[in-house]
């Protein structure tokens, strides 16, 4: 009995480091040691807390902890995790999101239904889109001023290229008209208080506006999510035709460099530091005043080093003003410079790595038309 335990973990550990296998078969978190014994998958630990709630279909088993027998381990190696997802994973649509190990829980766990309870993707769809040119239905939105959710019809058009809302379920006319190639969608369960919390971000006027949704199924918001996605890729096509996915995929919707709470001071830079929620979007820096505010309190264009922009650890020598906050950086733009501090040093490491990584990025026309509405803003 001894004997054979080693044998078959020995083997299974093997398995794992065949390409393929050693990556989770889900979310591609490196280094899985828990196995679907059903689907013949190797997964990691929170992938198979997931896999626990569609005992129907699959079935766990740590491979370092949970005994094996023969006819196990010989299942696990006829299949795998590439064989299976060749299966499982054949007719994804283009746009749609397949969420890795660092995206929230509702994504991940729609994304394991869709594959093996709903088996969205084994067969190509006779109506490959999400939505069929429009989505309807009621989502709870946060409202701007009270801080309330209420429930609000949405209506997603691919025709128009719009999503609007409605403030009242018999109104007429939207409250809000919003093109889908200005918008950005992303999970923020944190931020909102709720697990499948999704927040929209748009540009009108130039000015950034966001409205923070939910709905209490997470199937239903991710088929939002995703709907939002093919609407834009359909929009982006046809505004550019022959742009390959490659170019095209990035620009649907992205998660946020960096959000968190950093200190600020003004102009004159002789202000007392005050504590803002940042949020950093391609190269948008936006400050709140709460992470759940509608509007930014102000915005800052960061460009590329060859305009002129860069960032340095530290504050200048000499910096005046009330900082309670030790952990300084400075952000140089062509106009004047932004000084911010950060509460630990992790934080400071963590922002000054955001910062870098976007004035390395060469800038393209569009951030080049973005910093010209920025030099000339009222």
């Given at each position: 009995?001894?004997?054979?335990?080693?044998?078959?973990q020995?083997?299974?550990?093997?398995m794992?480091?065949?390409?393929?296998?050693?990556?989770?078969?889900?979310c591609?978190?490196?280094?899985?040691?828990w196995?679907?014994?059903?689907?013949?998958?190797?997964?990691?630990?929170?992938?198979?807390?997931?896999h626990?709630?569609?005992?129907?279909?699959?079935?766990?088993?740590?491979?370092?902890?949970?005994?094996?027998?023969?006819?196990?381990?010989?299942?696990?190696?006829?299949?795998?995790?590439?064989k299976?997802?060749?299966?499982?994973?054949a007719?994804?649509?283009?746009?749609?999101y397949?969420?890795?190990?660092q995206?929230c829980?509702?994504?991940?766990?729609?994304?394991?239904r869709?594959?093996?309870?709903r088996?969205?993707f084994?067969a190509?769809r006779?109506n490959?889109?999400?939505?069929?040119?429009?989505?309807?239905?009621?989502?709870?939105?946060?409202g701007?001023?009270?801080?309330q959710?209420?429930?609000?019809?949405?209506?997603?058009?691919?025709?128009n290229?719009?999503?609007?809302?409605y403030?009242k379920?018999?109104?007429?006319?939207?409250?809000a008209?919003?093109?889908?190639?200005?918008?950005?969608a992303?999970?923020?369960?944190?931020?909102?208080?709720?697990?499948?919390g999704?927040?929209?971000t748009?540009?009108?006027?130039?000015?950034?506006?966001?409205?923070f949704l939910y709905h209490?199924?997470?199937?239903?918001?991710v088929?939002?999510?995703?709907?939002?996605r093919?609407?834009?890729y359909?929009?982006?096509?046809?505004?550019?035709?022959?742009a390959?996915n490659?170019?095209i995929l990035?620009k649907?919707?992205?998660?946020?460099?960096?959000?968190?709470?950093?200190?600020?001071?003004g102009?004159r830079?002789?202000e007392?530091?005050?504590?803002?929620?940042?949020?950093?979007?391609?190269?948008?820096?936006?400050?709140f005043?709460?992470?759940l505010?509608?509007?930014?309190?102000?915005?800052?264009?960061?460009?590329?080093?060859?305009?002129?922009?860069?960032?340095?650890?530290?504050?200048?020598?000499g910096?005046?003003?009330?900082f309670?906050?030790?952990?300084?950086i400075?952000?140089?733009?062509?106009e004047?410079?932004f000084?911010f501090?950060?509460?630990?040093d992790?934080d400071q490491a963590?922002?000054?790595?955001?910062?870098?990584?976007?004035?390395k990025?060469?800038?393209?026309?569009?951030?080049?038309a973005q910093?010209?509405?920025?030099k000339?803003k009222?």
């Amino acid at each position: 009995m001894a004997g054979e335990k080693i044998r078959n973990q020995k083997a299974l550990k093997e398995m794992i480091k065949k390409d393929g296998n050693n990556i989770c078969a889900d979310c591609r978190a490196p280094d899985p040691d828990w196995a679907s014994h059903t689907l013949g998958t190797f997964i990691c630990l929170n992938c198979s807390g997931i896999h626990r709630n569609i005992p129907e279909i699959s079935k766990v088993k740590s491979t370092v902890m949970d005994h094996w027998d023969d006819s196990q381990v010989e299942f696990m190696d006829q299949h795998g995790n590439q064989k299976v997802n060749a299966k499982y994973e054949a007719f994804i649509p283009v746009y749609y999101y397949r969420p890795t190990f660092q995206d929230c829980q509702v994504l991940r766990e729609q994304w394991v239904r869709s594959k093996y309870e709903r088996k969205e993707f084994v067969a190509e769809r006779d109506n490959k889109s999400e939505f069929n040119g429009i989505k309807e239905g009621y989502l709870w939105k946060r409202g701007r001023d009270n801080g309330q959710f209420l429930s609000r019809r949405f209506v997603l058009s691919e025709q128009n290229g719009t999503l609007m809302y409605y403030a009242k379920h018999d109104a007429k006319e939207p409250k809000a008209v919003i093109k889908v190639e200005n918008l950005n969608a992303s999970f923020q369960p944190a931020k909102i208080g709720n697990p499948n919390g999704l927040q929209i971000t748009y540009v009108k006027d130039n000015k950034t506006r966001n409205i923070f949704l939910y709905h209490e199924n997470g199937k239903e918001i991710v088929e939002w999510f995703n709907a939002l996605r093919e609407a834009q890729y359909n929009y982006l096509k046809v505004a550019f035709p022959c742009a390959p996915n490659t170019e095209i995929l990035p620009k649907l919707t992205r998660s946020f460099i960096k959000e968190g709470y950093m200190e600020k001071t003004g102009p004159r830079q002789t202000e007392g530091f005050k504590k803002r929620w940042f949020t950093m979007d391609h190269r948008r820096l936006m400050y709140f005043k709460d992470p759940l505010d509608a509007f930014a309190k102000g915005e800052v264009f960061i460009g590329s080093k060859d305009h002129g922009y860069n960032v340095i650890l530290g504050l200048p020598p000499g910096t005046q003003g009330n900082f309670s906050w030790q952990f300084g950086i400075t952000i140089v733009t062509p106009e004047r410079n932004f000084l911010f501090t950060c509460e630990t040093d992790s934080d400071q490491a963590e922002w000054y790595s955001a910062f870098n990584k976007v004035v390395k990025q060469t800038m393209t026309p569009q951030d080049c038309a973005q910093q010209a509405y920025f030099k000339h803003k009222p």
